[in-house]
C-alpha cells in the first residue's frame, strides 16, 4: 500500500493537537515535517520543537526533510526524537556519503531529496546506501505550489535504478500532490506520497487518502 503522509506545513497549526487526531482518523500513520532554515529555501518553517510536539503526541510515525544548509548542524538532535526518516538535500552538503553514514549511525533511516533540477544521476555513488529518495515535484520552500510534471520521467529513472539494490528502495514525491498527480507518481514508482493543502482542504480526508493509497507502484502490479 502506498504511504500517505500528510505535511504539517499546511495544517492548522492554532489546532494542531486536532489536526493530528484528522490523520489518525483518516486511517494514516505518519506525517511529513518540512525543516525550512530561510538560507536554503526562502522561507523559514518551524524546528526541534515542532518536531517534540509530533513526538509527545505519539500516535503518529514521522519523517524529517530538512531543507536546511549544513544539515550536519540538525541530526544529531533529530535522532533523538526518533523520527522514521531524516532526508537531507544533496544540493545542501558537500560531504552527502559521509552524512548519510552519520544518520545510519544514530539509528534513523537516510533519505536524499534532490530538487527539480537536479538529474537522479548524482544519486548514482549513493544509491546503494540510501533508504529513500525524495524527489521535488516543486521548487522547495512553499506549500500550495502546481505539480511539475516532467518530474515523472525522473522518478521512473531512480525507480530503474533502485532495481540493482538488494533490499527495497523508498520513492518519497512531495509538492503539489492531488489524486491525480499522486496517481501519476504512483505509476511511475513513487512508494510515499506527501500531501499537504490536498490533504488538509479536503472535505473529507479519509476519502481523500485512501484513494491515493490504492494504486501500487511500478513493478508491483
Given at each position: 500500500?502506498?504511504?500517505?503522509?500528510?505535511?504539517?506545513?499546511?495544517?492548522?497549526?492554532?489546532?494542531?493537537?486536532?489536526?493530528?487526531e484528522s490523520v489518525v482518523q483518516a486511517g494514516l500513520d505518519s506525517v511529513h515535517l518540512d525543516i525550512m532554515d530561510g538560507h536554503f529555501v526562502p522561507n523559514l518553517s518551524y524546528g526541534l520543537n515542532m518536531v517534540h510536539a509530533v513526538k509527545r503526541y505519539g500516535q503518529l510515525k514521522?519523517?524529517?526533510?530538512?531543507?536546511?544548509?549544513?544539515?550536519?548542524?540538525?541530526?544529531?538532535?533529530?535522532?533523538?526524537?526518533?523520527?522514521?526518516f531524516i532526508t537531507v538535500h544533496y544540493e545542501a552538503t558537500n560531504h552527502l556519503h559521509r552524512l548519510i553514514y552519520r544518520i545510519k549511525e544514530l539509528g534513523c533511516q537516510a533519505g536524499v531529496s534532490i530538487n527539480p533540477a537536479t538529474s537522479p544521476e548524482v544519486l548514482k555513488y549513493v544509491m546503494p546506501?540510501?533508504?529513500?529518495v525524495l524527489v521535488m515535484t516543486v521548487n522547495p520552500g512553499f506549500?500550495?505550489?502546481?505539480?511539475?510534471?516532467?518530474?515523472?520521467?525522473?522518478?521512473?529513472?531512480?525507480?530503474?535504478?533502485?532495481?540493482?539494490?538488494?533490499?527495497?528502495?523508498?520513492?518519497?514525491?512531495?509538492?503539489g500532490i492531488t489524486l491525480e498527480s499522486g496517481r501519476a507518481a504512483v505509476r511511475e514508482g513513487a512508494t510515499h506520497l506527501v500531501a499537504g493543502a490536498s490533504f488538509f482542504q479536503s472535505?473529507?480526508?479519509?476519502?481523500?487518502?485512501?484513494?491515493?493509497?490504492?494504486?501500487?507502484?511500478?513493478?508491483?502490479?
Open positions: 500500500m502506498i504511504v500517505v503522509s500528510p505535511s504539517v506545513l499546511a495544517a492548522d497549526l492554532l489546532f494542531l493537537h486536532e489536526e493530528f514521522f519523517d524529517c526533510h530538512l531543507m536546511v544548509t549544513e544539515p550536519e548542524r540538525y541530526i544529531v538532535d533529530l535522532a533523538l526524537m526518533k523520527p522514521e546506501d540510501l533508504d529513500m506549500g500550495g505550489q502546481q505539480f511539475i510534471s516532467t518530474m515523472l520521467p525522473k522518478i521512473a529513472a531512480i525507480s530503474e535504478m533502485a532495481v540493482s539494490r538488494n533490499r527495497p528502495l523508498s520513492i518519497q514525491v512531495d509538492g472535505p473529507d480526508r479519509a476519502v481523500f487518502a485512501r484513494a491515493l493509497q490504492q494504486d501500487r507502484p511500478r513493478g508491483l502490479e
